[in-house]
């Protein structure tokens, strides 16, 4: 007798899409919702697509390249590189978001471009960020994106899927950001290749969608390809208004078959740092404290949202960033950045000292707004810490939540925050 | 495919940034000017080492995490590295490799040194080590992927069957 097991939220959505029953293992040809690329891979896909003799995408609605890594441009090489990009736009029709609209991962889905139970690719390892609303997004390559650009789809490997419940409850101080740190600490920077990863638990559903993305951001830190959490009525009530589709949400079978599980106990879990050069260097914050840094980096698109501007603000309203600290604020989006002016927040931060940058990725990737000196020690809300990713090989970056940074940006060195949160 | 090089061995987790770092990528999308930058954070000669002569850039595990940026397999194959020989890949890297047309090979590097001449026959799936007098075996790659390594990347085979014909 052949027993039929229930399905995982990637093989719902690989099944979905590709007119199969899809199983983990299966080599499928699915059919995209939407594709973007940014400014440091859409060129790429776009003399791809030119290669390929294509000159049109398969739906000009559903895709979008987005100006975000080195933005406004600082240097002639990027220039060329953003006028391929609007010139794209213009002979495709495909929507082009120009300097100053934020970060793709934050655009995509605030856009509504994606909603609950989509298939998408991206050119950006960070497209796994989508998965906090129930959409299987997944990094790809330039030439990858152009495929999926000029016809619609592209082969998929079905994944494997770890579950990553979280019990308990989070501490004060405590945030999404720490859950995810602990977690690669724990599974390792290979600790899921090749699979899905799915979150469940209390801790999860307690937590708002903004929190989940930073959670879903990091996937890719440890090798996964999307970072996938059930749709409740949070995500179906966040999606309100942001667009005309609706949504599938796709939820596992109880009988789904994991290829590993973990259960991780939140409320024993304080404040967490990344250590320099690797996102699976992690350490309870106790002992990093008094580490000096000479920048703070508020924003990137695992912590640039609005929940994340007001954390920093409640820690920095009525303080200041210790003159030994430069501290970068950049939003994920322009949404995001009025709404931090709506909120005060913006006045609050820029008042404390902080200096703020377009909504984009900001000093994240090395190309411009920050880059650190010789020897110089950064605590960065962002996802990745590898050496000379800021644009210095010789500087050290630490990873923390925002509170974490928030805190140390007033002592010029890193700082528990959890004395502002009793 | 069959291609005969020196071994440049680096060690587990070589991520993207090491093999360019953002810093280059943004400049421009002229592969050739920036192939001088492989490597270099780790390994500041890489290019001089490897360009006249080719090369197979062996590794432990995990090769080519982080980020999805495909100059990464595209300044390898102008720098003239032949192939990627590593105990594992991440999985961005090895499909934009497979795309752009460079091979990857897994297989269990740790008997080859740095230096070592290699000889790599990608169809029968076997790694000689000239050197030590050994030879390597490792497992072929999945149909879709040995057609488009074959077609010569994913832009070669839209060319040859006007999109996916796999
Ligand atoms: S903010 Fe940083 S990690 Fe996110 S997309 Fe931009 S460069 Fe990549």
Sequence with gaps: ?????????????????????????????????????????????????????????????????????????????????????????????????????????????????????????????????????????????????????????????????????????????????????????????????????????????????????????????????????????????????????????????????????????????????????????????EEVEGTPIAQGVLGTCTNGRLEDFAIAAQILEGRKVHPDVRFIVAPSSRQVYLDAIEAGYIQTLTRAGAAVVTPGCGPCVGTHNGVPSDGENVISTANRNFKGRMGNSNAFIYLGSPATVAASVIEAKITDPRKYFE | MEFQAKAFKYGDDINTDYIISGKHKFKSADMEAMAVHAMEDLDSEYYNKVKPNGGFLVAGKNFGMGSSREQAPLVLIHSNTKAIIAKSFARIFFRNAINTGLPVIECDTDLIDDGDELFVDLESGVVRDLTKDIEIPFPPLPPVMAQLLADGGLVEHFKKHGGFSI
């Excluded at chain 1, 060129?43 to 030119?50: D, F, G, V, W």
């Excluded at chain 1, 079978?253 to 304080?270: K, L, R």
Aim: charged content about 20%; overall charge negative; aromatic content about 6%.
């Design chain 1, 1 to 285: 007798m052949i027993t039929i097991t229930g399905k995982t939220i990637a093989e719902k959505i690989f099944s979905a899409h590709s007119g199969t029953d899809a199983r983990a293992g299966d080599i499928v040809i699915a059919d995209v919702d939407f594709v973007m690329g940014q400014d440091g891979t859409s060129p790429l896909a776009i003399r791809a697509l030119e290669n390929m003799g294509v000159d049109s995408v398969f739906d000009p609605s559903k895709v979008a390249v987005v100006m975000d890594h080195s933005s406004p441009s600082p240097i002639e090489g990027v220039s060329a590189l953003h006028t391929m990009m609007r010139e794209f736009g213009k002979k495709t029709g495909v929507t082009v978001y120009d300097i100053g609209e934020g970060v793709c991962h934050q655009i995509i889905p605030e856009r509504g471009h994606v909603v609950p139970g989509d298939l998408m690719v991206g050119c950006d390892s960070h497209t796994c960020t989508y998965g906090a609303v129930n959409v299987f997004s997944t990094g790809v390559g330039s030439t990858d994106g152009a495929a999926a650009m000029a016809a619609g789809k592209l082969w998929f490997k079905v994944p494997d899927t770890m579950k990553v419940t979280y019990t308990g409850a989070l501490n004060p101080g405590v945030f999404s950001k720490d859950l995810i740190l602990y977690l690669a600490g724990k599974i390792g920077v290979d600790g899921a290749t090749y699979m899905a990863l799915e979150f469940h638990g209390p801790v999860i559903d307690a937590l708002s969608v903004e929190a989940r993305m930073t959670i879903s951001n990091m996937a890719i830190e440890v090798g996964a390809k999307s970072g996938l959490m059930v749709a409740d009525e949070k995500t179906i009530e966040w999606f309100k208004g942001r667009g005309e589709k609706t949504p599938d949400p796709q939820s596992p079978d109880a009988d789904a078959v994991y290829a590993d599980s973990i259960e991780i106990d939140a409320s024993q879990i304080g404040p967490q740092i990344a250590k320099p050069h690797a996102v699976d260097n992690v350490s309870p914050i």
